[in-house]
């Protein structure tokens, strides 16, 4: 129980699952078809089948320097949640490297002491001074709000005091589950597993946060207002206009069409709803915090550097927008002189 009330805590505090990266793990189908949406003229557009099954993804993207070679793996994170993401090439990669590079990201705990917070958790979601979303919505913006509530969360009256990025994170989440679309962290821990079967040394870049006053923290937050309605009203947008275009990218990801791949683009979503994390009191109290994406992708550069300079084959993850992205990881170490080949 504590265990659990314990990584409860750690997780209100990264209330962002992309700032997240996965480790390698310790030990331890039908296709889908929604409801097509309408075209500006009110015809229905064509459905998209989710595949299932045993699925790929994407090839490998080579980075290489004279005869030493670093394979990338692309992770997105919306695919459908009825594959089974299985790679013979991804796994014989790994079992021939020297090195798994774990993907840049952040990881916030709060350790043992942490327990002293627990009891000032209650309420932790809402806004303070009992304000709610008609309050803190503009009349139109409310306006759409309203019928996402009626159809995700019914005759829940309590979402209504929730603050605006966790209600977003509700909303996406339920959406995207009633799309048939998961997480996809799946591919990533496999992976892990897979370094861990074949004994590869692992290499963490993520930067990990000690919150240093729990209780102060909880407090505090609970106490001050964040930047938070962008985000709800990025998520919602996201959901009125771009389910399918998502189930289109899902598809594409998990039977790895490249040119589709490639055309990926990504919304203000993650934008928004990383801001008002950033606004948020956490923040005021260890602003190391804001720097926290940007040091830890100076970790995955330096380690990917050192890697292909010392090993023959390296190994790593990155997120499919830091793989495409011309200002990405890739791009970067293109820029240095590196080879960056896409799959073939």
């Given at each position: ?27 331890p189908p039908t296709p889908v078809a929604d409801t ?54 991804a796994e014989r990669k790994i079992a021939q490297s ?187 109290l260890q602003p190391e915090i804001l720097t926290a ?52």
């Open positions: 129980m504590f265990t659990r009330a314990l990584s409860a805590l750690t997780l209100c505090f990264l209330t962002l699952p992309a700032l997240a990266q996965t480790a390698p793990a310790a030990d097509a949406p309408a075209d500006a003229a009110g015809e229905p557009l064509p459905q998209t089948i989710l595949v299932s099954g045993s699925r790929p993804g994407p090839g490998l993207w080579k980075v290489s320097k004279g005869d030493h070679v670093m394979w990338v793996f692309g992770a997105y994170d919306a695919l459908p949640k009825s594959i089974e993401w299985r790679s013979k090439d020297q090195e798994y590079l774990g993907g840049p990201g952040m990881g916030v705990g709060v350790g043992w002491g942490g327990i002293a917070a627990l009891p000032f958790m209650v309420g932790f979601k809402k806004n303070p001074d009992g304000v709610t979303l008609r309050d803190l919505l503009s009349p139109d913006l409310y306006a759409r709000w309203a019928p996402l509530k009626q159809k995700y969360f019914a005759n829940d009256d309590d979402i209504e005091r929730e603050r605006p990025v966790f209600v977003a994170q509700e909303l996406y989440r339920r959406a995207m589950v009633e799309a048939g679309l998961a997480r996809g962290t799946e591919p990533r821990e496999v992976l892990g597993k897979l370094a861990k079967k074949h004994n590869v040394k692992y290499t963490e870049t993520t930067v990990r946060i000690q919150v240093k006053e729990p209780v102060r923290t909880v407090r505090e937050f609970k106490k001050t207002v964040m930047e938070d309605v962008p985000c709800l009203a990025a998520t919602m947008s996201s959901l009125e206009t771009d389910v399918e275009a998502i189930r289109v990218r899902a598809n594409a990801w998990a039977v790895g069409e490249l040119d589709a791949i490639e055309k990926l683009n990504f919304d203000e979503r993650e934008t928004a709803c990383t801001n008002a994390f950033l606004s948020s009191a956490i923040t005021r994406k940007a040091r830890s992708m100076d970790n995955w550069m330096a380690a990917a550097e050192k890697a292909l300079e010392n090993n023959t084959s390296t190994f790593s993850v990155l997120s499919m927008k830091e793989v495409l992205s011309p200002q990405g990881a890739l791009a970067k170490l293109k820029a240095k002189g590196y080879t960056v080949e896409k799959p073939n």
